[in-house]
């Protein structure tokens, strides 16, 4: 059960009855629970810096705070029927299985031109630079644009924008298939992440408009099963492309499933869709804050990117960019709290400390979960010795344990409305799991790699949608679209800084044993194993003597056990936050969700009436204390 209700002191017109499910929910038990409230009408999740002057306050001088007209929600006040109640059971299923195929081919992208790279970059004549940009412009291009998704859907609606998202990841995709150079190639791996991310995040917030969120985790558990399941089978199926047809098809191959999911969408998906003038949105869109987000995020992310590759991590290019783009991503904070009239990222969210840690939660499980799915077949390649497409088969004991446990996470989530339990349980076990590949050998040793790859996938599962749910259970449905974009955002941005930094400790480790390798190899040699980061060795390694060959697994192997380390800190760290993620029940209200100008402006004078309704509260608790150390926000009980 979840804590005391302490903050539902409003309840919306807009939510719908008890007892009155969507469609999907109408066999199951849709009886309210007594004493279960509505999502917090003037509750933590809504607190925020003002985006305006004080004087603009007065702006709606005639729309006092009652049950009537309460705009924190900026939801439905009429008796329309929920989202997901206009759709059959049939319907629902064929949209779920369109976001779902949308997912698997975003997810896909990211892994699937793994195994085909050499083969591009040969025939390309690709440079060191050319071949790593050709991977990481869709990771770029996926992280920057995240927020103003979220924020063009809440304009103009989720249908057309995720449309929208479709037909550009799609015409990208081919852009890339046809590409008759690595520049052309680049481009459109850039455009291809910008779409595909449109897709990922779009599909979670259509999930937050169409269900409660009590109905919410399994269908949320059908994504993170999605994910995993493309993300081990991305390298597989671009090495055979590569092997039996041509690189060319990892592109193709989403022309036909992607067309499939978008007419699903055109014709099936029903979901309110406002009637925004062209104009009158784009004046509304923060362009200021987006240009600012989208400039520091990528100033940021190149310079990770450069970093140990392009130029030495002490250079000024790579000290430049990664500070100046954090001071840039500190200004985009300034503009969202101070200056932006309908923010793309309102500060509402971090007022609550339960919300924040649940983010600092989300970057260690992503960059926990990454990990795994980077630096093991990286691991099965350098020191076991397999090829790409084998690395690929190694690593399904992960995959389909974390399958398996997301879905069945996400069925005890609905049944029973709690999430923390599983949150901080997954975060233990998971970072057992990644503690346990300290323990990997120099060899194959079939026990430890499905045990202990178990073990991870059983602690990563839950934690794919049940930090999510956390984060919406604790804002007004109005705001579920910035909750959900603020998640992947952070998730993101986690996704590619891990990967560098675990790529720092491995190379650092590598370096350390310079000496040992020249006296054992020369210094010939010495530098070739030093200086490539990826693949497999074997051929190198065939023409080493049994006692060479031994020393270098041997580094290799102590390479990687110090990058288990980092990464079971990192977990660590992830579950200290768990702890600071307060209760609540989840519920089984629907609250429609509008989106459009209007609910726009209805969110804006929410968040001033929180700001006004926060600093009274503050001003009641120091009086009533009188020494002032009353002043900081009320904690109610984990």
């Known amino acids: 059960m979840g804590v005391p209700d302490e903050d539902h002191t409003h309840h919306s017109s807009s939510t719908i009855q008890a007892g009155h499910c969507p469609i999907m929910e109408k066999d199951l038990d849709c009886k309210r629970p007594a004493g279960m409230g509505i999502l917090d009408t003037n509750g933590s999740g809504t607190e925020s810096g003002n985006q305006e002057p004080d004087e603009s306050e007065s702006d709606s001088p005639a729309s006092p705070r009652t049950e009537e007209n ?36 975003a997810a896909l992208d990211m892994s699937i031109i793994a195994t085909a790279l050499p083969t591009i970059a040969s025939q390309f004549n690709a440079s060191e630079s050319g071949y790593s940009w050709m991977a990481s412009s869709y990771l770029l291009g996926n992280a920057a644009v995240i927020p103003l998704w979220g924020k063009l859907s809440d304009i103009w609606g989720r249908k057309p924008i ?56 399994v269908y949320y558990a059908m994504f993170g099963m999605t994910w995993a399941i493309a993300g081990s089978l991305g390298p597989v199926v671009g090495g055979i492309f590569t092997e039996k047809v041509t690189w060319r098809w990892c592109f193709y191959i989403n022309l036909p499933f992607g067309g499939v999911a978008l007419a699903t969408l055109i014709i099936w998906l029903k979901i309110d869709t406002p009637k925004t003038p062209l104009i009158a949105g784009l004046r509304t869109i923060d362009w200021l804050g987006t240009i600012v987000v989208i400039g520091g995020t990528l100033m940021f992310l190149f310079g990770l990117e450069f970093g140990g590759v392009a ?100 069925f005890i989530i609905r049944k029973t409305g709690t999430y923390v339990e599983y949150i901080r349980l997954g975060m233990l076990v998971m970072t057992l799991g990644t503690g346990l590949y300290i323990d990997f050998k120099q060899y194959t040793s079939w026990p430890r790699l499905i045990i202990y790859q178990t073990i991870a996938g059983i602690g990563t599962g839950p934690n794919f949608q049940a930090p999510l749910l956390a984060l919406q259970s604790r804002v007004p449905q109005s705001e579920v679209s910035t ?66 060959q031994d020393i270098v697994l ?28 307060r209760k609540k029940e989840l519920s089984r209200d629907h609250e429609i969700t509008k989106t459009g100008l209007e609910a726009q402006e209805l969110a804006r004078q929410a968040r001033i009436t929180a700001k006004r309704e926060r600093k009274e509260k503050k001003l009641q608790e120091k009086a009533a204390n009188g020494n002032g150390n009353g002043s900081g926000p009320m904690q109610e009980p984990v």
């Open 311 to 410: 130029h030495p991590w002490n250079s000024a290019p790579v000290i430049c960019l990664i500070v100046f783009g954090a001071i840039t991503l500190g200004i985009f904070v300034i503009i969202e709290r101070k200056v932006a009239k309908y923010p793309i990222l309102p500060m509402a969210l971090f007022a609550d400390s339960s919300n924040v840690f649940t983010l600092l939660l989300n970057w260690s499980h992503a960059s926990n979960f990454i990990a795994g799915a980077f630096f093991l077949p990286l691991y099965f390649q350098t020191v076991l010795g397999t090829s790409p497409i084998l690395s690929g088969v190694y690593i399904l004991p992960q995959a389909v344990s974390l399958s398996v446990v997301s879905f069945i996470i996400g």
């Open 483 to 548: 909750a959900t974009s603020t998640h992947s955002f952070i998730r993101q941005l986690s996704t590619a800084s891990s990967v560098v930094l675990g790529g720092v400790v491995y190379q650092n480790v590598l370096k350390q044993s310079a000496p040992k390798l020249l006296a054992a190899l020369g210094p010939e040699l010495t530098e070739s194993f030093l200086r490539n980061f990826a693949g497999s060795r074997a051929e190198s390694l065939a023409a080493l003597t049994q006692a060479q």
């Open 70 to 105: 309460d705009s924190t929600t900026a939801a439905a006040t009429d008796d329309r029927p929920a989202q997901s109640e206009k759709m059959t059971k049939k319907e629902i299923f064929v949209v779920m299985f369109a976001l779902c195929i949308a997912l698997f081919l």
């Open 554 to 581: 041997d580094i290799y192997n102590v390479a990687f056990s110090r990058v288990w380390i980092f990464y079971t800190a990192i977990g660590a760290l992830g579950c200290v936050f768990s702890f600071f993620i």
């Open 162 to 217: 995720i449309v929208f998202a479709n037909i550009l990841f799609l015409l990208s995709s081919l852009m890339c298939a046809l590409a008759p150079n690595t520049a052309t190639l680049i481009a459109g791996r850039a455009i291809q992440g910008v779409g595909g991310g449109g897709l990922v995040l779009l599909g979670q917030i259509c999930v937050g408009d169409l269900f409660s969120q009590r109905y919410r985790p």
